[in-house]
Structure formats: structure tokens, C-alpha cells
């Protein structure tokens, strides 16, 4: 090294330490460390210090220091403070972005306590479903991949940037056709109650004939309300499927249909389950096993 670059650069602070025994540069910063100190918490350190004069005298002294490159100072800054913190975790609060930081150098590093310190961490904050979701799969945590999918497929389409479509790429896809699929079931949803209807007779208290106008009024109740509740403009107002039949529960019994008609009739949907109460949570579990397939299957 010549003796100009020797003279711009500085010894850190805290981390040049009286008795390293090993001299890092990174950017214009030399650090004095422990070798066994660094092997123990990185695959990499451990492997390239170990190497018996492998690296020849690098790391020996502030005039032959080993160089990490693309390494930026502050963020090796970050990992250090991880790797002499680490065992008083509590004392010492890591922001988002230093947790992000440690995570990628950890990686880098090869650090499996520091990545599992990094995402122990990071789970407690809120990040960016499409963050969450690429770090999920990188790191293999599968319930951030699963609640981030979640996350993309319940939030409305309409309050997608622009910014978010570059970011979410064919992910948008899946969220549009998605909730396109939910929009149809829900538009014939609110046409009519399901077929299963002509089936139900008469409940105790009512009779044979008395039940023809039991289900036309079944039906002009079920066209009259489930569209207000279903499809309304406000998305906000807009109910899930399952709690529809609790709202018709709820409303006035119409005239001309019998009270304990309408109770085998509601029962009656809520034991079409998989047709008619569940087909929501159906088409957002579909959605969100395609948004997890496409990011495995492109990471
Ligand atoms: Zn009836």
C-alpha cells in the first residue's frame, strides 16, 4: 500500500482494539479485532482466517490490512455492534434498518446467529408485505412468505401506486385476476340464494302451500338485501361473505315467509359451505398459495 492511501485512512474509534489480533480495512476505516472473536460468529471469517498462511501476512498490521470489499464502513459498523451486543440483546435497540443491514451482511458473512438474530428481530416490525415476502423466501421463514401473500391479497386493488405496481411486477397480476374472480362469485352470489332452495320444505308451523310463498319471499328478500351487503360502491361497507347470513339473521323477517322457514333456509346456506360461505376465503387461500409458488419458483 502506498504511503498516501496509508494516510487517509483512520482507525475506528471503539472497534480498533488494544489487543486484536487481526487488522480489517473497510472503505477508509481500519478495524483491530479478534480472529477467534470473528470465527465464532462467521462461517466465512473462520474459513479464510483459518487457512494456514492462505492469505499470506494480510491482516497483520495497519500497513497490511485485509481488505473487505464491497462492504460499506457503516454497515460493517452495524454488524460489529451486532457481534459485541449480541449477548445483551435487551440493552441494545436496533432500528429496521440496521436489523436489515445485519441481515444482509450476516449473509454475507455467512452468520447463522446473526441471521437468525436479524429476522427474530425484524418479525417484530412492520415491514413491507413485498420486503417481507423476498426476505421470507430468501431466508426460508415461511410465515412471513405466508402473511405477507395475505397481506397483498387482502389489500383493495384500487389502492395500489403506480410505485407499487413496478414493485410488485407479476404479483399484480395475481391480485387482479384474483380479485376479479372474487367480484364474479360475488356478483352471482347476490342474484339469487343458492339452488338447494326448492328442497326445503315446509318447517313446523307452516304448510305445503303456504310455503310457495315462503320461498319467493325467501327470494326477493335474498335479491333485495345480499347485493347491498356484497357489492356495495364503498369497499369499505363491503362484507365478507361469511357474516352475510348473520346480517340477514338480523333483519326483519319479510311477510309472507315463515320465521322458522327462514331459519332452514338460512341453515340451510351454511351448510353449502364450500359453494356458497366459503368460496372468499377459498379464492384468497388460492391466491395466496399462486403468490407464494411465483415467488419460490423466481427467487
Ligand atoms: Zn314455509
Known amino acids: 500500500m502506498s504511503k498516501d492511501a496509508c494516510s487517509s485512512l483512520q482507525r475506528h474509534p471503539t472497534y480498533y482494539l488494544e489487543g486484536g489480533d487481526l487488522v480489517l ?10 480472529r477467534s472473536h470473528l470465527a465464532l460468529h462467521s462461517v466465512t471469517f473462520k474459513s479464510v482466517l483459518g487457512i494456514p498462511g492462505g492469505k499470506g501476512s494480510d491482516g497483520q498490521s495497519d500497513e497490511s490490512p485485509l481488505e473487505l470489499f464491497q462492504v460499506k464502513e457503516s454497515d460493517f459498523n452495524w454488524w460489529l455492534d451486532w457481534i459485541f451486543h449480541s449477548s445483551a440483546t435487551q440493552l441494545y435497540n436496533f432500528s429496521e434498518q440496521q436489523l436489515y443491514v445485519i441481515l444482509q451482511l450476516s449473509d ?5 446467529d446473526g441471521i437468525k438474530f436479524a429476522i427474530d428481530h425484524l418479525a417484530l416490525h412492520n415491514m413491507p408485505p413485498l420486503l417481507r415476502m423476498s426476505l421470507g423466501i430468501k431466508y426460508r421463514v415461511q410465515e412471513w412468505v405466508r402473511t405477507a401473500a395475505n397481506q397483498f391479497m387482502r389489500q383493495p386493488v384500487g389502492s395500489l401506486s403506480v410505485e407499487d405496481f413496478r414493485q410488485l411486477g407479476d404479483i399484480a397480476h395475481i391480485i387482479y385476476r384474483r380479485h376479479d374472480e372474487l367480484e364474479d362469485r360475488r356478483k352471482s352470489a347476490s342474484l339469487g340464494p343458492p339452488s338447494f332452495r326448492t328442497s326445503i320444505g315446509p318447517a313446523s308451523g307452516c304448510t305445503p302451500e303456504a310455503h310457495t310463498s315462503c320461498h319467493n319471499a325467501w327470494g326477493s328478500f335474498w335479491t333485495r338485501q345480499v347485493p347491498k351487503l356484497l357489492l356495495h360502491p364503498d369497499k369499505g361497507q363491503v362484507k365478507v361473505f361469511d357474516t352475510v347470513l348473520d346480517a340477514l339473521e338480523a333483519l326483519a323477517c319479510p311477510s309472507g315467509l315463515n320465521p322458522a322457514c327462514r331459519a332452514a333456509f338460512l341453515d340451510g346456506v351454511r351448510h353449502f359451505k364450500y359453494e356458497v360461505l366459503h368460496f372468499e376465503t377459498y379464492i384468497m387461500q388460492e391466491g395466496v398459495a399462486e403468490i407464494i409458488t411465483h415467488f419460490a419458483t423466481s427467487a
Open 108 to 112: 454475507k458473512f455467512q452468520s447463522e
Open 25 to 34: 480495512k473497510v472503505e477508509n476505516t481500519l478495524y483491530r479485532l479478534l
